[in-house]
């Protein structure tokens, strides 16, 4: 019988966060990353409040960590999606299927991409595959025609207002050549265009900040509902080095049994699988304002892929006027 001697089973009470934390180590160590955890201050209370000379339940982020020599403050965040535990298991069903299938549509389109509207579908099998199979449908007549095509047999189709299911779209990579929005309810979709901007390609994300940025602002802003700043800003108010660990796992459930006799605990389902870009648009945006909480970000995908979605910009110095020249010059003349 093996026995698990990693330091991060100290999160086994968590095994969601330990689970991400696996996760997130493995990744950054396949990057070339140097990961050494030190502590667990929320499962560790009295060692960290010892340590700073804290009351208790003052410093509560998930993970003190290493990474290449810096330590950090980790707290892990997950993005939470309405709907039920089904939701997750049916946008994952979406993106395996759809982005498989329209790849090939896709190298047809004149933009070199395309864009579909999706409703995921939690019932039997048999109607989302016939749901799916008009999708694609959908998408190889906007990619051959170069025009957005609509669905006039959609429950929730505007003729006013029609927002198309499929169409041309340019993508901002070679492996992001299908985008699929997903709405989460009728006339409801998660839309986030893409823009060119002197900088490149950019993602939009105003009309899913909120949405999307919820889960964050909890960490880093001045006071949470219980009047408590964020655990975030709070280990910032202590002079530490601060990070988030951004879960984005779909459809992530603990194993079961965690604890024997036991039912497992489920987390909030997350969202699914949001481009890094995204995240790190509403990440710029949010730290603008909710400053000086944050010092890094990362996003952990379905696939194991760990991205850098924020890095605190180092603060900039004061102008320091040049010397006066005429000053200077009458210095020169005195004797």
Wanted: net charge neutral; aromatic share 6%; proline share 13%.
């Amino acid at each position: 019988m093996s026995h698990d001697l990693s330091p991060w089973r100290m999160l086994a009470g968590h095994p969601q966060e330990e689970s991400a934390f696996r996760a997130w180590a493995a990744g950054l160590e396949a990057q070339g990353r140097t990961v050494v955890p030190l502590g667990f201050p929320d499962v560790q209370p009295r060692r960290y409040a010892e340590r700073f000379g804290l009351e208790a339940e003052v410093l509560t982020v998930d993970a003190h960590v290493s990474v290449d020599g810096q330590e950090f403050y980790v707290d892990h965040t997950t993005l939470r999606a309405p709907g039920g535990n089904n939701l997750p298991a049916a946008i994952r069903a979406a993106h395996d299927e759809l982005n498989r299938e329209l790849a090939g549509a896709a190298l047809l389109s004149p933009t070199g991409g395309l864009r579909v509207t999706v409703t995921p579908h939690t019932g039997s099998k048999k109607d989302r595959r016939r749901y799916f199979d008009r999708l694609v449908a959908f998408g190889h007549r906007a990619a051959i025609t170069g025009r957005p095509v609509y669905d006039p047999d959609a429950p929730d189709f505007n003729p006013d207002l029609p927002y198309p299911v499929a169409e041309p779209w340019q993508p901002p990579g070679p492996d992001e050549r299908v985008e699929l929005t997903i709405a989460l309810a009728p006339a409801d979709a998660l839309r986030w265009p893409v823009l060119p901007t002197p900088w490149g390609w950019r993602h939009d994300a105003t009309h899913v900040r909120g949405f999307v940025g919820a889960p964050i602002v909890e960490k880093i802003n001045e006071a949470k509902q219980n009047g408590r700043p964020g655990q975030l800003r709070r280990a910032r108010q202590l002079g530490l080095n601060t990070a988030l660990l951004i879960d984005g796992r779909l459809g992530w459930e603990p194993p079961r049994p965690v604890t024997p006799g036991q039912p497992p605990r489920k987390p909030p389902p997350p969202i699914f699988d949001l481009p890094a870009p995204l995240v790190r648009e509403v990440l710029t945006r949010l730290t603008a304002t909710h400053p000086d909480a944050l010092h890094r970000a990362w996003l952990l995908s379905t696939d194991g892929q760990v991205h850098d979605v924020y890095n605190e910009p180092a603060p900039s110095l004061p102008d320091i006027p040049p010397p006066c020249t005429t000053a200077l010059a009458r210095e020169r003349e005195l004797p």
